[in-house]
């Protein structure tokens, strides 16, 4: 465990130092192989989510043959936190703006604001 968050840790500031400059520097992409360990540095928001819902069949499905079933969904990218558009300063990425979490539901129920490249909030997309 310890091994895989130092191997990170050191992909992450390798990243940091080639895409300076690029719209890329508001998101890093990572290789966890760990569900739990959050590659992303202070100020960063890791994009993971799952939403879950009733289908039809399977093989534990109830009396009306409905089971629920989840799928993982984000892009594993660490994302810049903000709180306005003054937080976000790279190029194409210069609006602070909500992206929309299932968190588990078929919904969206959460939000967080990250910097993006339109100020546009759609649930489960960075756009």
């Not at 990572?30 to 960063?44: E, F, I, K, L, N």
């Not at 969206?108 to 604001?113: D, L, N, P, Q, S």
Request: proline letters at 3%; hydrophobic letters at 35%; one cysteine or more.
């Amino acid at each position: 465990m310890r091994l895989v968050i130092g191997t990170v840790l050191i992909l992450l500031g390798a990243c940091g130092a080639e895409n300076s400059g690029s719209p890329a520097d508001s998101y890093t992409d990572v290789a966890v192989d760990t569900a739990d360990a959050s590659p992303c540095v202070a100020g960063q928001y890791w994009y993971r989510d799952q939403v879950c819902g009733p289908v039809s069949g399977g093989a534990d499905a109830g009396d009306k043959g409905i089971t629920m079933a989840c799928t993982e969904m984000g892009d594993g990218k660490c994302y810049r936190s903000c709180t306005s558009d003054a937080d976000c300063l790279e190029a194409g990425w210069t609006h602070c703006g909500e992206l929309g979490l299932f968190a588990g539901n078929d919904v969206c129920t959460e939000k967080v604001k990250i910097c993006k490249p339109t100020a546009k909030g759609v649930c489960g997309k960075v756009e």
